[in-house]
């Protein structure tokens, strides 16, 4: 069984972290760096296209890979890791070469313009980020806390030099994006420097593969339903402003969530999904999130009302429009706490997945078309958290009525629920 240790959760958590602070970093510098909101807006739309494009099956196939490797011994395990390592990067190339072939009409379906500069180069960046996230997953996963540092450390260093420096130098967005193409060949070389212990790559028979895709096939089903229902909101926003690259900017910059969260949910996850399949695992994650909970609810609430002291300072009088919906969005972290798919997936509950993802896509569509025409952005935030909500709470009772396992095994719901009315009282006060 993989080991659960208090050095493999920081390190993933301190991982996530260094990905998710290297975002906000370039977030709060790109208002400064002289380039315009549109060129800011044409860089948010890169960032919800990589998640549209890789999210799914990337997610689907890494949760799968960590349930399936908790029973190999090291030989079957780098077996396994080697090829699965070269699958996801195959996968990777196939949508960078369709990226590159359809690029006019995937650019009009998806963002309502058919040109994004810079795009080529980005799917250069993505074609070796995806396999990079599973390197990640694989040295979290194989117990090396120290190598998943240092690769998180200097990927993440490469990819904030890469758009700071050209910037900074007098370079335009399309030319700064370029050097993302010297950065995707050094993490592909990471990956494979870092991984050479725990990968075989001799008699890359895919055959062997067949219950790991098995049990990542609803994964990655659900995962796409997510990811749709997720991106609906960036697509929706497009939709509804005829592609604007202002209001889209305006929107991201919004719906940013709170730093470090989550890296700190996900750290929770990678860490407990392999031992949730007995009671000892569903005790640690209730521990966990509690932990979680103390840091998450104050911090919210301290954001929620000192927010309008600091928003403008930090991002620019530019995005001060973002405000209003920054402070809704932080309630989204409200579900974020509960942790019923997890548990869904490790007791084998994959398929009812779907049908959650399905009911999530259909209640945030209509509550979008319905809120966006009287509240404008503000509604489809609305549509959102409302939407998350209940997508944990339908979780939830799901894994009560087929498994038997009530909220209160692996979550503090006292506790929750005490947390979230408090939160809300405060953002009606801010």
Not at 34 to 39: P, Q, T
Not at 145 to 152: A, G, I, K, N, V
Not at 403 to 415: F, Q, R, V
Request: hydrophobic content about 55%; glycine content about 8%.
């Amino acid at each position: 069984m993989i080991s659960l240790g208090n050095a493999r959760v920081r390190a993933g958590q301190i991982a996530q972290g260094l990905r998710q602070l290297t975002l906000i970093s370039l977030a709060l510098w790109l208002p400064r760096s002289g380039i315009g909101l549109e060129a800011i807006g044409w860089w948010e739309q890169m960032q919800y296209l990589g998640f549209l494009l890789g999210f799914s099956w990337l997610v689907g196939l890494e949760q799968a890979y960590l349930v399936q490797l908790k029973d190999k011994n090291k030989a079957v395990a780098d077996q396994f890791t080697g090829q699965a390592f070269a699958l996801i990067a195959g996968i990777a190339v196939a949508i960078l070469l369709t990226g590159w072939l359809a690029a006019g009409p995937l650019l009009q379906m998806l963002t309502g313009d058919h040109e994004l500069p810079g795009w080529p180069f980005y799917l250069c960046f993505l074609a070796a980020h995806w396999p990079g996230l599973f390197t990640e997953k694989v040295l979290l996963a194989r117990s090396k806390p120290e190598r998943l540092l240092t690769y998180s450390f200097i990927t993440n260093l490469a990819l904030l030099s890469a758009i700071v420096i050209p910037l900074s130098t007098g370079s335009s967005f399309a030319e700064a994006i370029r050097w993302l193409v010297p950065v995707a060949l050094l993490k592909i070389i990471l990956s494979v420097a870092f991984l050479r212990t725990s990968m075989v790559f001799k008699d890359l028979d895919f055959t062997g593969l067949k219950p790991w895709l098995i049990l990542a096939g609803p994964l990655i089903l659900y995962s796409a339903l997510n990811s749709i229902n997720y991106s609906f909101d960036a697509w929706f926003v497009n939709f509804w402003y005829e592609g604007d690259g202002d209001t889209f900017a305006l929107f991201r910059y919004g719906t940013r969530e709170i730093p470090l969260l989550a890296a700190a949910t996900g750290g929770i996850i990678q860490a407990t999904l392999p031992i949730l399949g007995d009671h000892q695992g569903l005790e640690q994650l209730k521990k966990s999130s509690l932990r979680l909970m103390h840091l998450f609810y104050p911090g919210a609430a301290l954001l929620l009302l000192s927010s309008p002291w600091w928003w403008t300072i930090v991002f620019t009088e530019r995005l001060a429009d973002s405000l209003p919906i920054f402070q809704l969005f932080l309630l989204i972290g409200i579900s974020r706490m509960l942790f019923p798919i997890s548990v869904l997936t490790a007791r084998g509950l994959e398929r009812q997945l779907l049908w959650i993802g399905l009911i999530e896509i259909a209640i945030n569509a209509v509550l979008s078309v319905i809120l966006v025409q009287y509240m404008g952005l503000i509604g489809i935030v609305w549509a959102t958290v409302i939407t998350y909500l209940l997508d944990k709470l339908i979780a939830v009772y799901w894994l009560w009525r087929a498994k038997g396992i009530p909220l209160s095994d692996y979550c503090a719901w006292k506790w929750w629920v005490g947390y979230s009315v408090g939160l809300v009282g405060v953002w009606l006060i801010a």
